[in-house]
């Protein structure tokens, strides 16, 4: 790198004095401008600083008004922190109480909750046992229907016999043997049981309360039953059995035989009948004390244990 030299001036460099009073020479100079001016500061009035006494006092009291301002608006804004710090206080105390009355709400709903549970599973145990309850009084009703039916395999009931003031056990017997011989099936006195009239008021002044009749076997109330149903398919309707074939006095009334049936199973059979009369089934009959319908000759005969199964064969035609 080439280094830099410097020349000497060519033209020779007088020396120079300085001038002892600088202020002389300057004012002695004919190229210096002595005159200056100054700038004019607002808020004072030309003229520098010759302030009045009135102007001070009027600065002054600008200067308190101010300061009273200020004062008054710092006092004001004290006072709002004051108060803002006070609502702060009342909210937080106001949160604590809220708070500590959730825990309160959230105490008293789980002890609900877990009664409720308990409740709960309580009801729960309460159904099951009564589905059990209800379960096991079906099975009694059945054993105890099961059992009328055994004490009532071997009887009959015989309605319309009009009812004598002077009716004994003996005349009720001869009324049943004299059935037997219209039908053609003797039977002895001594294979009638027992007979007896059902007792209570009779539901009409026409309609004498039914006759009971226990054979001692059950293929006799079979044979008699039968008989019965065929005498009656032969005979024109005023010559089906009635009052006046028996041989009983009055006027002529038809009479009714058929098997002896507890309250529950006669209720369920005039509901099965006004059922097949609704329905079009042609046969209603019992056997044995079981129900049984059929809706024309040759078909499938159905056997109605309760009044679900007529439900159950209702909602079919529908």
């Known amino acids: 790198?080439?280094?830099?030299?410097?020349?000497?001036?060519?033209?020779?460099?007088?020396?120079?004095?300085?001038?002892?009073?600088?202020?002389?020479?300057?004012?002695?100079?004919?190229?210096?401008?002595?005159?200056?001016?100054?700038?004019?500061?607002?808020?004072?009035?030309?003229?520098?600083?010759?302030?009045?006494?009135?102007?001070?006092?009027?600065?002054?009291?600008?200067?308190?008004?101010?300061?009273?301002?200020?004062?008054?608006?710092?006092?004001?804004?004290?006072?709002?922190?004051?108060?803002?710090?006070?609502?702060?206080?009342?909210?937080?105390?106001?949160?604590?109480?809220?708070?500590?009355?959730?825990?309160?709400?959230?105490q008293s709903m789980s002890f609900m909750n877990k009664q409720f549970e308990d409740m709960k599973k309580e009801i729960e145990d309460l159904r099951k046992d009564r589905q059990l309850q209800q379960n096991y009084i079906e099975q009694l009703e059945k054993k105890i229907l099961d059992m009328q039916h055994m004490s009532r395999s071997s009887g009959i009931e015989i309605r319309n016999i009009p009812q004598d003031n002077n009716e004994t056990t003996s005349t009720l017997i001869k009324t049943v043997c004299k059935i037997g011989e219209i039908v053609g099936l003797p039977i002895p006195e001594s294979n009638i049981r027992d007979i007896y009239r059902l007792p209570g008021k009779s539901t009409g002044p026409t309609i004498p309360r039914p006759i009971i009749a226990q054979f001692s076997t059950v293929q006799t109330k079979q044979s008699l039953l039968s008989a019965v149903r065929s005498y009656n398919k032969e005979q024109r309707k005023e010559a089906k059995i009635n009052t006046g074939v028996i041989g009983l006095p009055g006027k002529t009334q038809p009479v009714y035989i058929a098997e002896q049936l507890p309250p529950s199973i006669k209720k369920l059979f005039y509901q099965t009948r006004e059922f097949a009369k609704n329905k079009s089934y042609q046969f209603c009959w019992i056997s044995n004390g079981n129900i049984f319908l059929r809706k024309v000759e040759g078909d499938k005969q159905i056997l109605i244990r309760s009044e679900k199964c007529l439900q159950d064969l209702s909602n079919k035609h529908i």
Do not use: C, H, W
Not at 14 to 34: C, F, G
Not at 52 to 81: F, G
């Open 1 to 106: 790198m080439a280094t830099a030299q410097r020349t000497s001036p060519k033209t020779p460099i007088s020396q120079t004095q300085s001038e002892p009073d600088i202020n002389s020479a300057v004012e002695m100079s004919e190229y210096v401008n002595v005159s200056r001016s100054k700038r004019r500061r607002n808020g004072f009035p030309q003229g520098g600083t010759n302030l009045s006494l009135q102007d001070v006092q009027i600065n002054n009291q600008d200067i308190s008004r101010t300061l009273a301002e200020q004062t008054s608006l710092m006092t004001k804004l004290l006072a709002d922190i004051g108060e803002i710090k006070s609502q702060n206080n009342q909210i937080k105390a106001s949160n604590a109480q809220i708070r500590e009355t959730n825990e309160e709400i959230i």
